[in-house]
């Protein structure tokens, strides 16, 4: 999963990603090997170091930002906060549910999706190396989405920019194999709608964890889930300013047909890795 990309170039930083990297390669073995005994003792053991040493992690990282003046370091301790409230409520849910392992496989998915995206591009942003080109315009609600969806898939399947194609309006036709449905809130109220096609899910789950699933299970549609959050949460910051606010729900599973909602306005993204649609209702 680490990759040498993910580098800042500061040593301590860096040491610690490659850590949390192998924690989670440690635990999807462990999902692979459920059959094992002492699975719920590693998958605990796992989830007990994931939570100790990203707050130590996290503090450094903040230190460092806080250090060098970084401009963004109040957004970026706000996504650390809300990645540690994540943590917290899974490990709650496998104690609750003595381990399974469905949902043991929610939090793998969750967990592989925020931190490639998040070491992969938000990180990149303390030393220059972002592909993001956030600027400080206002933009609309079409834009942001619009912008925010192709970032993170560029930066999550590892394509350039002329490999990601829009099309607006969105295709009709369009069907989804997993939907996903954010809520907004604020001063830009409303909700949006996230179509992925199986062939875009299996490509980002194989981008995150390097090897193709055999069926689309609780580690995928969670990574979906997350791949959603990600998305919206960075439209919302594109969104915000000028003294307006905007925020999102977390995602909630929905139906094809559920799906199918009317939509006041929306895009296609077409790969060669697969396609996904996202469907905009503002009120």
Known sequence: MWKDEYRLGVETIDSQHQQLFEMVDNLLRVVDDCEHVDYRKECADAVNFLYGYTVKHFNFEEGYQASIGYKDIEAHKLQHKRFIITVENFAKKMTDTDYDMRVVKAFSGSLVAWLNYHVGETD??????????????????????????SNVIMTMLGLKADEVVR??????????????????????????????????????????????????????????????NIIGGKAAVLMSGDGKLCDITTPSLISDSQGQVPATEGFNIRTGKGDMQVLLMVN
Do not use: H, W
């Not at 080109?133 to 969806?149: G, H, I, M, Q």
């Not at 062939?199 to 390097?210: D, H, N, V």
């Open 124 to 149: 990149q942003k303390i030393v220059g190396k972002s592909l993001s080109r956030d600027n400080e315009t206002l933009l609309t609600c079409l834009e942001s989405f619009s912008a925010s969806a």
């Open 167 to 228: 099309t607006m309006p969105p295709k009709r036709d369009f069907t989804g194999d997993i939907s996903y449905r954010i809520g907004l809130v604020g001063d830009m109220a409303g909700k949006a709608v996230f179509q992925y096609s199986e062939k875009f899910a299996r490509s980002i789950i194989k981008s995150l964890i390097a090897k193709d699933i055999d069926e689309l299970d609780e580690i995928a549609y969670s990574a979906m889930a997350e791949t959603s």
